[in-house]
């Protein structure tokens, strides 16, 4: 069965996500509805699937995030070669090292351990604590 009346020849389930949002700094509750398509049956993937996917979509918009601002990666220059992904592949490691450590937000990890040169040897155990 597809769902009728949408522009998109493929759609099996379209779904429904509110969420109620509140700016970081405080201010006022707000609800957002958005809506998705998917051409995955309900034999392939249940609402509670759905769910799952969405939430790991921005688990994922997250570390870009973090990548994109803390790091400056849509800045960087070089866009050739294996050195994009190299540089993507370390951000990922420091920014899961800095995670395992106990760190919640990144920027101020990476500020602390650049004040002394020996705080990231140490985290990576390659000199005693």
């Avoid at 020849?9 to 006022?28: D, E, K, L, N, S």
């Avoid at 509670?48 to 870009?64: C, K, M, P, S, T």
């Avoid at 919640?104 to 005693?128: E, V």
């Amino acid at each position: 069965m597809t769902v009728t009346g949408l522009p998109f020849p493929h759609a099996v389930q379209a779904i429904r996500i509110t969420r109620r949002t509140r700016p970081r700094r405080g201010g006022r509750w707000r609800t957002v509805t958005v809506y998705a398509v998917t051409s995955l049956t309900a034999y392939q993937a249940s609402p509670a699937h759905l769910a799952d996917y969405v939430r790991g979509h921005w688990a994922i918009e997250a570390l870009h995030h973090i990548r994109d601002v803390t790091f400056g990666e849509d800045g960087w220059q070089v866009r050739t070669g294996n050195a994009p992904r190299v540089m993507a592949c370390l951000r990922n490691l420091a920014i899961g090292i800095l995670r395992h450590q106990g760190w919640t937000n990144i920027a101020k990890a990476l500020r602390h351990n650049a004040h002394d040169a020996y705080r990231p040897l140490a985290i990576l155990g390659i000199i005693p604590p």
